[in-house]
């Protein structure tokens, strides 16, 4: 579950990352407080995008507008097709073609796979839109629109959520952000693109950072109740032949050691299993649900195996104490 759950995470987010690398944008403008994660939820005016690329080193400068729809963690973008595959260097289509009349849609072939969908199929986001072209992800967003039509259907004429900017030279990148901030966009967040890549991680989202926390607690609790449920019925279901050992002369820490290898070794095994079965995840995910992507984590292996090894030992002590210094009379006598 742990390796599940920080795979899922990290692999979203580098996705992310990979995708805003793909518009081939050296610089990114962001609306006011705006969050890191996401580009919906906040716009800006689409005359800035006319300032911004009045400035010096800027070879295109172009407006892209995130409208979430219907479904959770469902967006189309927004953007000008022309000055986009300038930028990006183009889509590659598998099928169809570039969006012509004002309903058309462009999806990758992750949404593509995910929905079922084909040149000339209707996605209806309780605005009907028609797929005329699949392309290879990577280029920022899984559905594409154009720019105007997108603002007219969802009443946001004029407004875009994010500002990418190409340069003649990526090494102006500093220099050019510094001088759109004194061109009087110092309140609007600028990145360059690698920065932006940079920041995108679990640690720099408290409540993705926070939720994992929470997850992994409870699959330590849940871990060790099930340790020590299982350990306690071991013991009973031993305890004959606990009391024919103590007989015939084990001390009470040969007898806490078995059970504790016991654990130890039930434990390896479980931490293995758990490593398998987190490659069986990703496979599952990759057919079923490959909009979410899931990395395999190996900095989590230690980890996780540490977090299931001490839980289980904390749930075996208990039940292991109490085998040692059972009485061997009553042992012996146990039915």
């Not at 716009?43 to 080193?57: D, L, N, R, S």
């Not at 599952?284 to 977090?307: C, D, K, N, Q």
């Amino acid at each position: 579950m742990m390796l599940t759950l920080v795979g899922v995470s990290d692999g979203m987010l580098h996705d992310v990352a990979e995708r805003s690398r793909g518009t081939g944008a050296d610089i990114m403008i962001r609306p006011p407080g705006s969050s890191l994660i996401g580009f919906s939820g906040g716009t800006m005016p689409e005359g800035i995008v006319a300032k911004v690329a009045q400035q010096p080193h800027i070879k295109i400068a172009t407006g892209s507008l995130m409208q979430q729809v219907s479904r959770v963690l469902t967006s189309i973008a927004g953007i000008n097709l022309d000055e986009f595959d300038a930028m990006s260097g183009g889509f590659n289509y598998l099928e169809g073609g570039p969006f012509r009349a004002p309903d058309d849609l462009i999806v990758d072939d992750v949404e593509a796979r995910m929905s079922h969908l084909h040149v000339g199929s209707i996605v209806d986001f309780g605005i009907k839109w028609r797929v005329a072209g699949i392309v290879q992800s990577g280029k920022f967003s899984r559905m594409f629109a154009d720019l105007k039509s997108l603002q007219e259907k969802y009443s946001a004429t004029g407004k875009i959520s994010v500002i990418w900017v190409k340069l003649d030279n990526p090494a102006n990148t500093q220099a050019v952000i510094e001088q759109l901030k004194a061109a009087g966009l110092k309140d609007y967040p600028i990145y360059s693109v690698e920065e932006y890549a940079s920041l995108i991680s679990t640690s720099n989202i408290p409540l993705l950072q926070q939720f994992t926390l929470v997850v992994i607690g409870i699959g330590v609790v849940i871990g060790f109740l099930v340790v020590f449920l299982s350990m306690y019925t071991a013991v009973l279901e031993r305890t004959r032949e606990i009391g024919i050992l103590k007989a015939l002369g084990a001390s009470p820490g040969y007898i806490m050691g078995i059970l504790l290898r016991e654990t130890v070794l039930l434990s390896a095994v479980g931490v293995m299993a758990g490593i398998a079965m987190s490659y069986a995840s990703r496979a599952l995910l990759h057919v079923f649900a490959p909009s979410f992507g899931m990395e395999i984590v190996f900095r989590w292996w230690p980890i996780a195996g540490a977090i299931a090894l001490g839980a289980a030992l904390i749930g075996a002590i208990y039940p292991g104490l109490k085998a040692a210094h059972q009485d061997a009379i009553e042992a012996l006598s146990y039915d």
